[in-house]
């Protein structure tokens, strides 16, 4: 009875221990392949470069590994028009925390600041705030390729943005919620 009663706790805390690592491992591993606080950009998806996992071929993406614990991060980009465009947060154990995309913006360009819970920031670019669940995440951005003779103006729209801590001194002001 004690050795199934033993065998049955070891299997619960190994399974979610489990649960608790494997997404962690797996983010980590993801945003390692990014600079951080720097916006990456990816060409039109094909088999042979994946960007992302499980990409969508008419879609292009840049990524951004955002981390908020010295300070709010800035994401500025111009919103396509005529076409689908998103931006997903996704925190380190891989939730996804945030989605807005071009019909819900009201201002292009869309400006989004990241914050950590608590932290007291200035707000210089009037941009939706969002408050990240942990410190480090992802930040992906879609935008859809109606036809491949529109992607060298994708990839012009796509160069526009940008993702970038605001200095520290912005962060020591009072908050502006």
């Known amino acids: 009875m004690w050795t199934a009663l033993g065998t049955l706790v070891v299997a619960v ?11 962690l491992v797996i983010m980590n591993a993801a945003m390692a392949k990014f600079p951080v606080n720097e916006l990456s950009m990816g060409p039109k998806t094909t088999a042979e470069n994946r960007l992302v ?10 990524v951004a590994s955002y981390d908020v614990s010295k300070g709010p991060v800035l994401f500025t980009a111009q919103v396509p028009v005529d076409t689908y465009w998103s931006v997903s947060l996704y925190n380190q154990d891989t939730d996804n925390f945030f989605v807005i995309n071009d019909r819900q913006i009201k201002s292009n360009p869309y400006n989004l600041l990241l914050v950590k819970q608590g932290m007291k920031y200035e707000n210089p670019a009037n941009a939706q705030v969002v408050v990240t669940p942990g410190d480090r995440g992802l930040l992906l951005v ?11 103006e994708l990839i012009e729209i ?14 020591a002001s009072t908050s502006s919620n």
């Open 13 to 23: 805390v190994v399974h979610i221990a489990t649960l608790v690592a494997i997404p």
């Open 53 to 62: 996992v499980r990409p969508c071929p008419d879609l292009v993406y840049s």
């Open 142 to 152: 879609r935008h859809l390729l109606v036809s491949d003779d529109k992607m060298n």
């Open 158 to 171: 796509q160069k526009q943005a940008s993702v970038k801590m605001i200095n520290a001194q912005a962060q």
